[in-house]
């Protein structure tokens, strides 16, 4: 089966700053990759996908990119604030197969925000 | 729409006891997911259903837990008889339907406390 791992587990950054999460995937027929956040004490919501076809995606200060060819994929967040703060986790699926709308989920990354 | 919705929001019993989760999923909504989450193993896909059918039950853990949905509306999870390893928060999810790149709509969850 699909097997994500996701770095680091835990990602402590100043206000302002960037911060980059990764994750690696084994099956190289999955073809959509979420992005959830978890705040303390709530439930995961998606913050950002993207589809195989597509190599890069942004909103706002958050962005997505892909590299089928490795595998990986990563979330950056630009200009920190404090109300990024959360656990963000990585999922992967292949949309295509005949059940194909499970999400395999990374560990997770707990961020933190330092004003 | 009110969300995926969940019942009971907490949850404490003694060990030995059964243990019923409920979940309401979005209406129109094809698929419904189960997920376990603790700080040890993270996010879990325990169970999940497309159009009330189980397609995948590999997450459950254990003859202990089971699960039902016997109509598109309503699905339990069963833990008979619980166990303090079995303390955890249980989200519920639910999308449009297989193949659909789209959001899974968490529940705010139940936190299963066993004594």
């Known amino acids: 089966g699909e097997n994500v791992e996701q770095h680091p587990s835990t990602l402590s950054v100043q206000e302002g700053d960037s911060a980059v999460i990764k994750c690696t995937y084994s099956?190289?027929?999955?073809?959509?990759f979420p992005w959830y956040k978890q705040e303390l004490g709530k439930r995961p919501q998606l913050i950002i996908d993207i589809r195989s076809n597509v190599g890069e995606k942004k909103d706002q200060r958050i962005a997505v990119t892909l590299n089928k060819t490795a595998k990986h994929f990563s979330l950056h967040i630009t200009e920190t604030q404090p109300e990024d703060s959360a656990v963000y986790f990585c999922?992967?699926?292949?949309?295509?197969?005949?059940?194909?709308?499970?999400?395999?989920f990374g560990g997770g990354t707990r961020v933190l925000v330092k004003p | 729409d009110a969300g995926v919705i969940q019942s009971p929001r907490h949850e404490v019993t003694e060990m030995g006891q059964e243990v019923t989760l409920r979940c309401k999923p979005i209406s129109g909504h094809n698929s419904l997911f189960w997920y376990r989450q603790t700080m040890m193993r993270g996010l879990e896909l325990l169970i999940y259903f497309n159009n009330n059918v189980p397609i995948d039950d590999s997450g459950m853990p254990e003859d202990r837990f089971s699960a039902k949905m016997p109509n598109a509306s309503f699905s339990t999870l069963k833990i008979q008889p619980s166990e303090p390893r079995d303390s955890a928060v249980y989200f519920c999810?639910?999308?449009?339907?297989?193949?659909?790149?789209?959001?899974?709509?968490f529940g705010p969850g139940t936190r299963l406390t066993v004594l």
């Open positions: 999922a992967v699926a292949d949309m295509i197969k005949a059940a194909g709308n499970k999400l395999t």
């Open positions: 999810a639910s999308n449009p339907g297989q193949g659909s790149y789209n959001e899974q709509f």
């Open positions: 099956d190289s027929a999955s073809n959509y």
